[in-house]
Every structure is written in C-alpha cells, then in structure tokens.
C-alpha cells in the first residue's frame, strides 16, 4: 500500500493532473486581482493611439462623479438643510476680533488715502468713538450677512457644481471614495477568485481525466481543454464574486444559513467609511466657503457683503453724517464708504477663517451623511457602489475571462508543452 503511494505522489503524471486545481485556484485569483487593478488604474491613458487602456472608473470620472453626486444630493443632504444649521449670532461671535482688527486697517488706510486731511487733523478720542461705534455694529452686520447667505445660499453655492469639480480633477480621490467604501468586497472578489478556481479546478481535472482515462482522448488533445477552462475560471469567478456581493438584496434564509449580499451586510460600516471621505476631503467648511468666495458666485456674496458694510458705515456715521457730507461733500462720503465695502471684501478671505472650527460643528456633514446613509433601504444603498461596476460590469468580467484565457495557454504549455510538441 505505501509503495504504491510513493509510487503514484512520484509518477509526475499524477502531479500533472494534481496541479491543475491549484493553478486554477492561482489563475482565478490573478485574474480578479487584475482586473480590480484594471478597474481603477492607470489614471491616465496608456497606449499608443486607440490601443491602451485607461482604468475604467477614471476613463468615466465626470460621468461617476455625477452619479456620485446625484446620490448625495437626492438622498442624503442639501446644502439649504445644513445652513439652516448655522447660528448668524454665534457666527457674528467667533469673527468678531478678527473683523475689528480689519475694520481698524480699513477705515485707517481709506480715510488716508480719500481724505487724508480731515483724518490727520480729527482728535484722537473721535476716531476711538468711530472705531468703538465700528466694532458694536459690525457683529449686526455680521449676522444680518449670514441670514441673507442662508435665504440665498442655492445661488451662492453649487454643491454638485462643487463636487463634481473635486472628483474630476482628482482621479485618485474618486477612486479612493470607492476603493474604501468598497474595500472589503474588493477584497473578497480577489480571494474568491483563489477559492472558486480551486472549486472550478476539480471539476476541470475530472474532465481532463474523464476524456483521457475513460473516452481515451490523447493527451495533447485533452490538455486543450485547460484554455477553455481557463476563460471559464476567469469569467465566472467574477461573476460569482459580484453577485455575493450586491445579491440578495435583503437577508434570505436556507436552512440555518442565512444570506445577504456583502456589500449590504456592511450598510453602517460603510456609511461610516463614505461619511468620513466626503466630509474630511471635499465638503469640508474652509473648501465651502471657499468655493462661495472665489466660485462663479462670488459677485453675489461680494454684492451682499457690500451693501451690508455700507450700511454699517451709515450706522456707525450716525448724527455726523450730515455734517461730513456738508464739509466734504456726498460724493466724497460715497466714495469713502464704497472704498471702505471693497476692502472687506479684499479681506474677507484673511478674516473667514475664524469661523471654520463652528461651521464644521454646525454643518455637522459627517454624522448627518452617516446616520442617514444607515437609513437608507437596501436598493438605495447598494446604489452607492453599484455604479462602479453597473454599466461597465461586462468589460471587468470580459478582462477576467481574457487574462484566464491566457493563464490557461501558459499552464497548457508549462504543464504540458512536451507532450503537445510530440502530438504536432
């Protein structure tokens, strides 16, 4: 008995037909592994006129960026929602030291440069009545300001616009929304290429023996059959591995089994991961505001900015504006008060700032996407990856199917190269 084990582990046409599930197992693995890599990379196009390729999530990024968006905006947060969140008192508050510095080196360089004579000549209490008086206005102004931001925030901010731009011009932020959100299944579709193959590898060399040993096809006919089984491992591998992952949209009961697509089984952990991403690396505060200020909008918010600066300046004139007008004349005053409006908005980006830290609290974008991203239902969510895959599902499975093709040649010519040289 033993010998006749030593004798079959040292026959190397056992190891032949031994090796076939395992390669198999190895070639469904690397087929998954690259056409995941495929999926994503490269960036940019490689090849030489029409003949290269380019990873299929960034070949498509304005097309996913819009999907993405689309998703966001329909299903979980308006951007009216979350400035409805902010307090133009306590907004008024946090900017307020920086503003009175500003208002200080505003009206101090305009009053010299527009009438440098009078400001020179008026005593030094009138001028800390001025700037007092500035600095017990400006915070009205402030918050009157904000309450026109949030009545017109649509035409001063463009979520989608806003998004979209991100993820079109970063590739690898897009892709990495989706390879985090997705990691696990990434991860799973390249292990069961290892198990499946391995699984398909047995059936592979039972037909290898069944049409050498039994219906006694030559072997260099038979080993034919590894290409073949080859494509086969490669296709549906992927196919398989897919369908886990998104398939059955709600928990389905065999037995004592229960079963659930993957993707969906990790509904919180997901929303957490996808939360965290958009929140920490595009709808940040300080990239909001920013957008708000040197977007296509910021006319408008220089607009209302003005008009509230120039009836602060009215404010603050009080009583005295009369008489200025009489030494000076309205146009001089008008000229001062316009000058004054056009350097707060000049620094309104350097005063901004101070704000960041409460309307990152009070837009609160990363709980808010989590938490109603854990409330969506089954075919909602899914949508959020789904898309990766939906339209160009068949070029993922296509590449699997081609590169098993091509492990299958390798390990038929590896495995059994000499014996197909013979039977030429």
Do not use: C
């Amino acid at each position: 008995m033993w010998e006749d084990f030593l004798s079959l582990v040292s026959n190397v046409e056992f190891w032949k037909f031994a090796s076939i599930p395992f390669i198999s197992a190895i070639v469904g693995w690397g087929t998954n592994v690259l056409a995941l890599k495929m999926t994503f990379y490269p960036l940019e196009f490689i090849g030489l006129g029409k003949l290269g390729w380019q990873g299929i999530i960034p070949s498509k990024a304005g097309e996913m960026a819009g999907k993405a968006v689309d998703l966001l905006t329909k299903n979980l947060i308006t951007i009216e929602d979350r400035f409805e969140q902010i307090d133009p008192e306590r907004v008024a508050e946090e900017i307020e030291p920086a503003l009175n510095r500003l208002s200080i080196e505003v009206v101090n360089d305009t009053m010299e440069r527009v009438a440098p004579v009078l400001w020179e000549s008026a005593p030094a209490i009138l001028k800390e009545r001025f700037f007092q008086r500035m600095s017990e206005g400006l915070p009205e102004a402030v918050e009157e300001l904000m309450e026109d931001v949030k009545m017109n925030i649509t035409e001063l901010f463009d979520l989608k616009a806003m998004v979209i731009e991100a993820l079109e011009s970063d590739r690898e932020l897009l892709n990495q929304i989706f390879l985090r959100v997705g990691d696990k299944e990434f991860r799973f579709i390249e292990q069961s290429g290892l198990y499946f193959g391995f699984f398909f590898g047995i059936f592979q060399m039972s037909l290898f023996l069944l049409l050498q040993l039994v219906l006694n096809v030559p072997q260099a006919m038979a080993a034919w059959t590894l290409p073949v089984a080859g494509l086969l491992v490669g296709w549906a591998t992927n196919v398989l591995a897919l369908r886990m992952i998104f398939v059955p949209l709600r928990p389905r009961r065999f037995g004592p089994f229960v079963f659930q697509g993957l993707f969906i089984k990790r509904q919180s952990e997901v929303a957490a991961a996808y939360a965290r991403i958009i929140s920490q690396q595009i709808l940040t505060s300080e990239q909001i505001f920013d957008k708000m200020i040197h977007g296509p909008s910021a006319p408008r918010l220089q607009h209302l900015l003005q008009l509230h600066v120039k009836k602060a300046v009215d404010g603050v004139a009080g009583l005295s504006k009369p008489l200025f007008q009489l030494a000076q004349g309205t146009k001089k005053y008008v000229q001062i008060k316009t000058q004054i409006a056009a350097q707060f908005v000049e620094g309104l980006p350097r005063t901004i700032k101070y704000i960041f830290k409460y309307t990152e609290e009070a837009l609160d974008i990363e709980n808010t996407l989590r938490t109603r991203m854990q409330g969506l239902g089954p075919v909602e969510f899914v949508s959020f990856l789904r898309p990766v895959f939906q339209k160009d599902e068949w070029k993922l499975i296509l590449v699997g199917a081609l590169l098993g093709l091509w492990a299958g040649f390798m390990q038929l010519l590896f495995v059994f190269g000499g014996e197909l040289t013979s039977g030429i």
